[in-house]
DNA sequence: GATGAATGAGAATTCATTCAT
DNA sequence: TATGAATGAATTCTCATTCAT
């Protein structure tokens, strides 16, 4: 039975991963401390014992959450295509759209006390990365994929990713469609399939 | 005559920052104190705080200092290119030799105490990447390159230069030619025209 | 029940207050540090800051707590003159013989690292004075007292009992009384007034 | 020959006490470093220590000069006094103009970072009250005085004096010789010679 | 399980003072 | 004598963590 007591475990624990994010994006990971995690929540500090060992633990919940929302469904959609574009396409399009409604995650990797960012690297992410690199190695495998350097593979979708990511957000309104265009269109037939665009040029005068 | 005095400062600036430089890679940046640095050096505590006014100013010092050696070269290669071809992979080339040159200054990135990685924003890298805008758009503007989203473009070799950068870096022996022929390859031609591999299909089984 | 957790909070703080008061006499203000005062205690150094920010605070809860227990005692004196003479004398005595009860917080002011003295400012003993003030513009008021000017009407209550007790307090025994009947005299009738005194004569020879 | 040797150490010796004076009236003793003190010179930090051993031993130099211009004045004053009435009036008209003239050296007093005011003590200003001391004793050695407590006369000269001075400061115009007024009737006829004043009864409405 | 005060290690930083130039 | 960088002891204060209630 979930009871009573299980309930107030599960908000207490939803509470900190909270004021947990809340902090993060506000002060940044390297200047946030347990205490700050704390204060911006109605528990008392050795409560915060009873769910989180130290604030990397809160951190990489919080990262393992993101991933574990993401994950299942770029799988999905990897499994599902059919062709290399498809591929391509969906896992950009699916990254891009999980980023944009997430936000606040992908902020702390922004907003920072120290000139730093920081990018995260939890098991779940690990994981993220890992599944990647099976369904491409098994893409090509299938032949789907021709047989090249699964690791840089990885690496670039990954690269793109994230860096895209953070001008995307940078941007208003938020265009996810577009930033998966020009990352899978890149992926696809490099520069000169990108789309083209003027304002763009008109940056460069 | 200046003489001693002089050179005794610009030899206690430059241990702190290989003591840095040390720790740094060592411990990570964030569980980096300015006393390990400190401790790392034969000088007195309160001489650090001569230097630089805290772990941060360091870290960004040390960062300027690598961004500093790279940037002009990276510049005159794009400088000199003819030919797309010749700028991005010029780029590549020279950014990822560098990185193998440096690999102390890169690998603060990777190790860690936290399950974070950092990636830097100083001054002089964000410079870097201005140059590397300008020269982007200037490509553009001379109707070398195809008129695309500046931006993107940037996050694209941004992307692209560190992620694969870190792969490279983990391999024995380090192989910067490889990792700037596939990193350009992609760029100019996508996937299709990435370099086939035997090894990655084999490590994917 | 609040109990035991309550006791010991206020133990504590009491602790550090007796140790301060202890510490400011020995060592003067100007030389006693946080450390000092903790030591003198056989709590953690932490504690200190769950009671106090900074030996500042100590010392003016030191000094505001002994103002606290003077100014009503004060005030009821000057409440209950019915004459000059009573309001004057009562003061007086009352001052100086809760500076003989007191003495440690009133050393220190003398005993002092630096060749300096101090004179406490703190919130409670301002209210003091304001009291006092009050006080005096009421009987002003009154037609008690003349109309004359009441800052330095406060002035010379002050300076004449804060300078006294100090004089008072090296000598033994101490006499409030003697000091009382001192600064009433001069108070009310001037130096003709003054009560006579063979030894001073001698001192002097 | 004072030389131009000579001249310099003067000249230097002068620029540190007119830099403390400043620095002390701006952030109060307590609170002025010796580097303080040596930044607001052109001086190097080691000639601070061919001059004086610490920050204790200028702001005794800073008081001793102080009471090295007032002391010889107050003392011909008293000299010259033929009557009682000379005597006082004589004593607190010189003090108080010299407190009027040399705002900055007492305004240490109050300013000051802490709540907390200091009073000097230095052997400079002790060799003064010692003075009064003196005189006061010869005074009723002469018959000028009545025999009363010589300690007590001192400290209400001071007393008053001090306490006096810090409202006479805090009002514009400075009004020394209404100070002066103040004292001296109390001194001599107690509160009912006090000068009448309309203002302060307005104030006590 | 929740609470929140106590703990004390240890980080950052300052500052008086020295001493080679 | 002046300089000013080096020194390192000393201080303040924070913070993760524990543990009695």
């Known amino acids: 039975m979930s009871g009573k007591r299980e309930q107030t475990k599960k908000n207490n624990r939803t509470a900190i991963l909270e004021a947990a994010r809340d902090v993060f994006s506000r002060l940044g990971y390297g200047a946030t401390t347990v205490r700050d995690i704390i ?21 990489e919940a919080i990262q393992d959450e993101t991933a574990l929302r ?3 469904r770029l799988r999905e959609e990897r499994k599902r295509a059919r062709t290399i574009d498809e591929f391509v396409s969906g896992t950009f399009v699916t990254f891009f759209e999980s980023v944009a409604e997430d936000r606040r995650a992908f902020a702390v990797i922004r907003r920072n006390a120290d000139a730093i960012r920081i990018r995260m690297d939890t098991p779940e992410i690990i994981a993220g990365f890992d599944e990647l690199r099976a369904d491409l190695a098994q893409a090509i495998g299938d032949g789907l994929f021709p047989p090249v350097d699964v690791d840089f593979l990885v690496a670039s979708f990954v690269g793109l990713g994230f860096e895209i990511a953070e001008y995307m957000l940078k941007r208003d309104p938020i265009d996810p469609q577009g930033a998966a265009a020009f990352a899978t269109a890149l992926f696809l037939g490099g520069y000169k399939a990108l789309p083209h665009c003027v304002a763009a040029t008109q940056d460069a005068a």
Chains 1, 2, 3, 4 share one sequence.
């Open 70 to 72: 993401v994950r299942p």
């Open 39 to 59: 204060r911006a929540t109605d528990l008392a500090s050795g409560t915060f014992y009873n769910y989180f060992k130290s604030k990397e633990e809160v951190f």
